[in-house]
């Protein structure tokens, strides 16, 4: 690969104070090989208005912009959605109210070019009202890929969609299933695109801000609609597969989707027991796991009240 192309989908909704400053460093990429595709996700606030005026300052970028609209659908919809768009070999997902180092693209592509990897993930900043941290991920390469997924899972490991740049075809060969529900939507969908991945590179530097003072952020919610949406989005991935279990991307993380749907079922009274009648008999099955969440006591209970449903 010599000079591989990028494209950057950014899903856009109630983000007129951040889409500035996002626009800016994205446009002002030191590598031109570039699309950009923002997806209007119904937004109801002036985010559109705000980056119609950053894009009049890089009239040379006009052409490799593609902007969407659509009914509002949610993040991982527009996520979906945008990923129709796409021409580039890689595909990166940028948080519109979040911003890139300016020479993140030419940073990945030189890896890029280096490795030929499917994934290629980074380090990046957490930026709170006044501090910034600097998170460094672990080094995994396709052969503990199936470890990477458990980390993703106990939050051992980074999940996010954002900090790993994916090549398109590795979404067209395989048929990637993009979860309903906001909350987690990236751990899913980046549990299978490690699964099917088969060479991985950690790029060790960190190339993303990932703002975390964002009051309607999906993190922000109500509690109870956080787990609930999670937990919809970890039965909907095991139905997704469960005809091929063994075989899926699912496999390394069987223990975690029933303990876990089971745990905030009952927490939560969501009745996932009565709607997934196979739920119990799998939490029967599943064995005790040390260092796992949810913890023990968590586990013995789970199990113990399956064995009653």
Not at 51 to 59: F, G, H, K, N, T
Not at 129 to 157: M, V, W
Not at 202 to 230: E, M, V
Request: aromatic letters at 16%; proline letters at 4%; hydrophobic letters at 40%.
């Amino acid at each position: 690969m010599t000079k591989p192309s990028f494209s950057i989908v950014i899903p856009i909704y109630g983000v007129e104070k951040y889409i500035g400053r996002c626009a800016e460093s994205l446009f002002g990429q030191t590598y031109d090989n570039i699309q950009f595709v923002f997806v209007n996700d119904g937004t109801k606030d002036n985010s559109m208005a705000v980056l119609a005026e950053v894009l009049e300052r890089y009239q040379h970028l006009k052409d490799r912009v593609v902007i969407v609209n659509k009914e509002n659908g949610g993040l991982p919809a527009a996520r979906k959605t945008g990923m129709e768009y796409v021409t580039g070999d890689y595909v990166l997902h940028v948080d519109s109210d979040d911003w890139l180092e300016l020479n993140a693209v030419k940073l990945i592509a030189e890896k890029a070019v280096e490795t030929s990897a499917d994934i290629i993930y980074f380090d990046f900043y957490k930026v709170y009202s006044k501090r910034i941290k600097h998170d460094k991920e672990h080094d995994f390469t396709a052969a503990d890929k199936a470890q990477f997924i458990k980390n993703l899972f106990n939050y051992n490991s980074y999940g996010y969609v954002w900090n790993k740049c994916v090549k398109r075809e590795l979404y067209q060969k395989h048929e990637v299933f993009f979860p309903k529900f906001a909350m987690h939507e990236d751990i899913y969908l980046m549990t299978q695109l490690l699964w099917y991945a088969d060479s991985i590179v950690h790029l060790k530097a960190p190339l993303y801000h990932y703002r975390r003072t964002n009051p309607g952020s999906i993190t922000a919610g109500n509690r109870r609609k956080r787990r609930g949406d999670s937990c919809m989005n970890l039965i909907d991935l095991y139905e997704h597969f469960k005809d091929n279990v063994a075989d899926s991307p699912v496999s390394p993380v069987l223990t975690d989707i029933f303990l876990r749907s089971g745990w905030f079922s009952v927490v939560y009274d969501f009745g996932y027991f009565e709607k997934y009648p196979y739920l119990a008999e799998m939490i029967r099955k599943t064995p005790i796991r040390l260092g796992h969440k949810p913890f023990i006591l968590f586990q013995l209970f789970i199990k113990l009240y399956a064995m009653f449903k």
